[in-house]
């Protein structure tokens, strides 16, 4: 079984920065994406970043130039930095990977969140 942990959030000022975490743990032989997701209040879970396998990177136009997604292979762990923060950024971020465990099967695999709040 796969596990997801974030870690990293907490609340900032505006204009402020955090990074956030996910690692993942159990058996894993290969992790094909990984993502951040955020919920706000009363809305619905939106794609934030994500990164392939090979590197390749996508991100919601609400976020370009201020988060920067990035993994490390190694620990089979995920990035965000989040620069330049907006009131507007505050939601529960999740993270998200695809992989490859126990009978190389492919699981879409979800952390739990954490949350972000900016402060005005």
């Known amino acids: 079984q796969v596990q997801l942990v974030e870690s990293g959030g907490g609340l900032v000022q505006a204009g402020g920065s955090l990074n956030l975490s996910c690692a993942a743990s159990g058996t894993i032989y290969r992790i094909n994406s990984m993502g951040w997701y955020r919920q706000a209040p009363g809305k619905q879970r939106d794609l934030v970043a994500s990164?392939?396998?090979?590197?390749?990177?996508n991100y919601a136009e609400p976020v370009k130039a201020r988060f920067t997604i990035s993994k490390d292979d190694a620990r089979n762990t995920v990035y965000l930095q989040m620069n330049s923060l907006k009131p507007e950024d505050t939601a529960v971020y999740y993270c998200?990977?695809?992989?490859?465990?126990?009978?190389?099967?492919?699981?879409?695999?979800w952390g739990k969140g954490t949350a972000v709040t900016v402060s005005s």
């Open positions: 998200k990977m695809a992989v490859i465990g126990p009978g190389f099967r492919t699981m879409e695999t």
């Open positions: 990164i392939t396998n090979g590197g390749s990177t």
